[in-house]
């Protein structure tokens, strides 16, 4: 399959031209007083845009599946210990982000659902607990395939948790699942039955949804200042979420996964990458452009709400909550 890349100057005229007028940060305030609360925060505010995050709950993972056995032991311990982590499992937030502008409500991506883990699926209730119908959303841009991003797609009973929305999808992302070998092509960290479940459910959920999807690639966008940006390595088609303006935003997915690991140690391989390589050389790619740029940062899997910004440190880089 054909590597895309953002140019970085294409990337830089879409920001300037974009621009609207500067991204007001909140500073992480929490939206008005109502049930649900602590799961939804206001990330910023401009003009008719505004940003949150809505939690999807967490899940659990094996410990193997973020950090290769070749990792040095004494590294690999301390940075789980600096996180607050260790032994055979880590616990994940599943944080989804939130657009809303002008007559749009954009999600990027759905959650876990309801085939997932019971401490996780919990993004359509705490979407209502802020006043936001699921009906309401109009478009639903799917980073990737994975369960915890696409299967909240559905109810239990497979009726559309989103009713009037449309999805995008990577046209790469699309062809990936849709290959009858798929199951067989996933990481080898993936024991064989969990790897033909999630390839199964995968295409159910993707079959289910057909009819609303239109496919797309770097650098289309789906409403006036919010592009897609082509990040593959963790599979194949993963793509990202860029939001111009000052400063800007990237909806990263999960590009970067770890809120050390990832940043201090951005060339270890990570198992449950579909492409070590293409990770790797993702990650550099998205910190140099993080850091350089100053822009603001959403990653499903740090820590809620995942918003901060990205410095450079002692060779590496840091995540610096916001």
Known sequence: MSKSRTPRIARRHFLLAAAAGALAVTGGTITPARPGQANTRTILKSGDLEVLVVSDGYFVLPTGFLVAPETPTPEREAVLKAAGQGGEQLQLANNVTILRKGSDVVLVDAGTGPHHQPSAGKLA???RAVGIQPA???KVVLTHGHPDHL???????DRPVYPNAIYFVSSVEWNVWADPDVAQKLPA???KERAASIATGTKHHFSRIKDKVTMVRGGDEIVGGIRIVTTPGHTPGHISVEVAGDGGLVIAGDALTHRLIS???PSWRVPVDCDADDGIATRLRLLDQLATDKQRLIGAHLPFPGSGFVERKDGSYRFVTS
Do not use: K, S
């Open 189 to 191: 960290v993936f024991p």
């Open 136 to 138: 309401a959303i109009t």
């Open 125 to 127: 209730e705490n979407l």
């Open 151 to 157: 299967w909240g797609v559905l109810h239990a009973d």
């Open 263 to 265: 940043f201090r140690y």
